[in-house]
C-alpha cells in the first residue's frame, strides 16, 4: 500500500499551555503580564496553561500580536491536543475489545500491507477498522452481519468457513479492484469475450493471465488473483465497486486448470445474468437461498465449457482412457484438464484417475 502505516497508540497528550509556558519562560513573562497585554483575564490564561480551558481561535490571533508566534502554530497545537486526546481515549475502548481482532486473518492482511507489522493490540484495531471502512466493532455488525447479507455465497459443508476472513478477503479485492483503470461495464461485449475465452482454457498461464485481465477490464470487468486469506474456503467471488464496474476475484484455491476456469465462468455468469446489488462467492456447496442462482452460473459455465449434448454422447462411450480425454477435449477446443474434472465431479471416474492431464499452477504468486 502507498500509505505508510504507522502506529495509533499516542503516548500521551501534551496540551498546548505547556508550550505557551516555555514561550513565556524564554520571554522571562509573567502569566498575569500576558494576560494584561492580551486584555483577558488572568483566570483565563491559567486555564489555558493547565489544559483547563481551549486556545480559540481569537487567543491565537491575540498570541500572535504579543508574542510574535503565528495563530495557526496556536491552532494547529490545540487541534493536535485536542487530537491525541481523544485518541487515547480511543486506545482504551480498542483494548477493551481486542479479542475481536483475533478472529480476523491478521497474518495475511499484514502480508499484503492492509495492516501494520506490529503487535500492539491498539494499532491492529484501528487499522482493521479502517480497512473493513466502519468506526467501531458496533458499526461493523449493522454493516457486515446485518439481516440482508453481504453476500449470497456456496458453503462448504467439510471445512467451515470464516465469515470474517471471507469478509476481509472480499474488502482486500473491492480495495484492489478501486486502483484499477477499466471501461464501463458493457454486457453483450463481456459475453462476447467469455465466449471466446474458453480456447485459453488450453493456454498456459502465461500466456492466458494477461490477455484475460487486459480483454476483461476493457468489458469493464476487473479480473483479481487474489491468494484466499486463512479461513476462507471460496474458490472465486463476484461483487461490483459501482454499477459499471463488475469484480470477478479467484483464488485459484485448487490450483488446477479445472477448477480455475469452472469458477472463472461461474463468476462470469454472475456477471452477466444477475444483479449487481449482490455479492456472489462460489464455493462447494448450495445454500438453499440462492440455489436458483448458483444452478444458473453452474449451467452456464458448464454449457460453455462443454455442451451438454456433446458431453453426454462423450459419457456414453464409456470413456476409460486418457487418450480419449485428450482426443474429445481436442474436438472441444477445451484443456484434457477440464474434461477430468468433469468425469470425477459426475463420479464417472474416481478422484485418482487422470490426474496427470490436470494442469496445475498459482496466479496468486505472482500476480497478487
Not at 115 to 120: G, K
Not at 139 to 148: D, P
Request: hydrophobic share 40%; charged share 30%.
Amino acid at each position: 500500500m502507498a500509505e505508510a502505516l504507522r502506529e495509533f497508540r499516542p503516548l500521551y497528550a501534551v496540551p498546548p499551555g505547556e508550550t505557551l509556558q516555555e514561550f513565556l519562560d524564554e520571554r522571562d513573562m509573567s502569566q498575569s503580564e500576558l494576560a494584561r497585554r492580551m486584555g483577558r483575564p488572568f483566570k483565563t490564561i491559567n486555564e489555558i496553561i493547565n489544559g483547563k480551558a481551549a486556545i480559540m481561535p481569537e487567543t491565537a490571533i491575540q498570541l500572535e500580536r504579543v508574542l510574535g508566534v503565528p495563530a495557526n502554530f496556536w491552532t494547529n497545537l490545540e487541534r493536535q491536543y485536542r487530537e491525541d486526546q481523544a485518541r487515547v481515549r480511543e486506545v482504551e475502548v480498542l483494548e477493551r475489545d481486542s479479542g475481536w481482532i483475533e478472529l480476523f486473518p491478521l497474518r495475511d492482511l499484514k502480508r499484503t500491507g492492509h495492516l501494520p507489522d506490529t503487535r500492539d493490540k491498539a494499532t491492529l484495531h484501528h487499522y482493521l477498522l479502517r480497512f473493513l471502512g466502519v468506526a467501531s466493532k458496533g458499526a461493523w455488525e449493522k454493516v457486515w452481519t446485518a439481516s440482508e447479507p453481504l453476500a449470497t455465497f456456496r458453503q462448504s459443508p467439510k471445512l467451515a468457513a470464516s465469515w470474517e476472513s471471507t469478509v476481509a478477503w472480499i474488502r482486500a479485492g473491492v480495495l484492489e479492484a478501486s486502483r484499477v483503470d477499466a471501461r464501463p461495464f458493457d454486457k453483450n461485449r463481456f459475453l462476447t469475450f467469455v465466449r471466446s475465452a474458453r480456447s485459453m482454457t488450453r493456454q498456459d498461464p502465461e500466456e492466458f493471465a494477461g490477455p484475460l485481465v487486459t480483454a476483461s477490464r476493457d468489458c469493464g470487468v476487473v479480473v483479481l488473483f487474489l491468494r484466499p486469506f486463512q479461513g476462507v474456503r471460496a474458490s472465486g467471488a463476484t461483487h461490483w465497486t459501482n454499477p459499471s464496474r463488475a469484480v470477478i476475484q479467484l483464488s485459484n484455491r485448487y490450483k488446477t486448470d479445472d477448477h480455475f476456469w469452472f469458477s472463472f465462468f461461474h463468476e462470469a455468469a454472475h456477471v452477466c445474468l444477475h444483479g449487481h446489488k449482490d455479492v456472489f462467492i462460489e464455493e462447494e456447496d448450495v445454500r438453499s437461498a440462492t440455489e436458483q442462482r448458483e444452478r444458473e452460473a453452474n449451467e452456464f459455465a458448464s454449457e460453455l465449457l462443454i455442451p451438454q449434448d456433446e458431453w453426454e454422447e462423450f459419457k456414453a462411450g464409456h470413456p476409460s482412457t486418457n487418450t480419449a480425454v485428450v482426443q474429445f477435449a481436442a474436438r472441444m477446443g477445451v484443456s484434457p484438464g477440464i474434461v477430468v474434472g468433469r468425469l470425477q465431479q459426475e463420479r464417472v471416474w474416481p478422484r485418482t484417475q487422470g490426474n496427470g492431464l490436470r494442469r496445475r499452477f498459482d496466479l496468486s504468486e505472482g500476480l497478487e
